[in-house]
């Protein structure tokens, strides 16, 4: 799914259609997170960390239809490193 400007859309009939998808999506979101926390849980308390994976695939297909973002994340070419080793500073350029 894509962002969707709110400023473009003209008519009533878009925007309760677009209020339905979304709904839609939040409980369906809603759903497979509390289907994964209570596998978690139970997971947790049995040690039976294989179960774990019926509920990762599901949380996986609800994410398939994702809001695609721009990449806001950091690359590694703008991080700069300092290490303090025995009072000494020695500096590692990380790419």
């Keep these: 799914m894509e962002p969707v400007d709110f400023n473009n859309i003209k008519t009533s009939k878009k925007i309760k259609q677009l ?5 839609t999506r939040l ?3 809603e759903d497979a997170l509390e289907d994964l926390a209570r ?3 139970i997971a947790s308390i049995t ?6 994976s019926t509920f990762v695939e599901q949380a996986t ?11 806001t994340s950091i690359t ?3 991080y700069k490193m ?10 590692i350029d990380a790419t």
Aim: charged share 35%.
């Design 19 to 23: 209020i339905n998808d979304l709904q």
């Design 27 to 29: 409980l369906r979101t």
């Design 39 to 41: 596998a978690a849980e």
């Design 47 to 52: 040690g039976q960390l294989e179960m774990m």
């Design 61 to 71: 297909l609800v994410l398939v239809d994702r809001v695609q973002r721009p990449d």
């Design 76 to 78: 590694a070419d703008l």
């Design 82 to 91: 300092v290490i303090v080793e025995d009072n000494k500073e020695e500096k």
